[in-house]
Every structure is written in C-alpha cells, then in structure tokens.
C-alpha cells in the first residue's frame, strides 16, 4: 500500500504560531529579565530609551506591524501572505544593521534566536513542500507540465 504525501500545510501553520509564541516570550521574558542586567547595560537601555525614535526605529515598527499582517496571510494560505512574508524578512536581516547596538538577556535572546529559526523553517515550507501549491505558483504549474512532458514514453 502507497501512503499518500504528507500535507505540509498543517506544519506551516504551526510554525507560524511558534513564531508569535516565541517573539512574545522573548519580549516578555526579556524585560522582566531587564532587572538581572549589570547596572552598567542597564544605565545604557535606559540611555536609550530615552532617545527620540530614529527614523530606521520607525521603519522598523511599521515592517513589524506588517510582518504581522504578512505571517496571518501565510497562515491564511493566501499569494500575498507568501510574498510579502519573504519579502519583509530580507529587508528586516537588512535593516538591523542600521538599528545600533542591541541588547538581550540569554533566555529573552535565546527565544528570539528560536523564532528566527522557525521563520527559516517557515520559508522553506512556503517554496519547498507540497504547501507551496496553496499559494499559485505558476513555477510550480511549469514544473508538473514539464515533469509530465519529459516522462519516458512506453
């Protein structure tokens, strides 16, 4: 008897519910970790926060808010979700760089780390498991044609 494939899409949904657990827990747990800090990295986050937001902290946000929007499209199984998921994770590795230097406590970074993780594992599922056929690939449709195209003839 042949099993039939596995449906990836139950895993792309729970990745991306680890994903919302994980950056909450990091950002809850990291402020009350905050506390534990030495006195002299603590004087520098308050230092800090302080400040008037720069413009790349503004951009920030507004990706961040997005990429909310863009993880419950992938979700919801919808094109757009896909691709602006991708999209606003690209240009979020890009602009970290220019947010200054960060400060995180071992657990509260240690989740952080963990979502990042899983929004590889994330990306992986939305192009390289049978999940990516929810989202009208037209590359994926070329595929099957030419798969079927250049079968051996009997």
């Given at each position: 008897?042949?099993?039939?494939?596995?449906?990836?899409?139950?895993?792309?949904?729970?990745?991306?519910?680890?994903q919302w657990l994980l950056y909450v827990l990091a950002a809850v747990v990291g402020t009350f970790e905050e506390?534990?800090?030495?006195?002299?990295?603590?004087?520098?986050?308050?230092?800090?926060?302080?400040?008037?937001?720069?413009a790349a902290m503004w951009i920030g946000i507004a990706m961040l808010a997005a990429f909310v929007i863009a993880s419950i499209g992938v979700f919801a199984l919808r094109p757009w979700g896909r691709n602006l998921y991708v999209t606003l994770f690209s240009l979020g590795a890009v602009l970290f760089v220019f947010l200054g230097p960060t400060i995180e406590t071992p657990i509260g970074g240690s989740l952080g780390y963990l979502a990042n993780a899983s929004c590889g594992l994330t990306i992986g599922l939305l192009y390289f498991s049978n999940a990516s056929s929810h989202f009208g690939l037209a590359s994926n449709k070329t595929l099957k044609r030419t798969r079927k195209s250049s079968a051996p003839l009997s």
């Open positions: 008897m042949v099993k039939s494939p596995v449906d990836a899409t139950k895993a792309l949904r729970i990745t991306i519910v680890a506390a534990n800090l030495p006195e002299t990295l603590r004087s520098y986050l308050t230092a800090e926060h302080d400040k008037d937001p720069s």
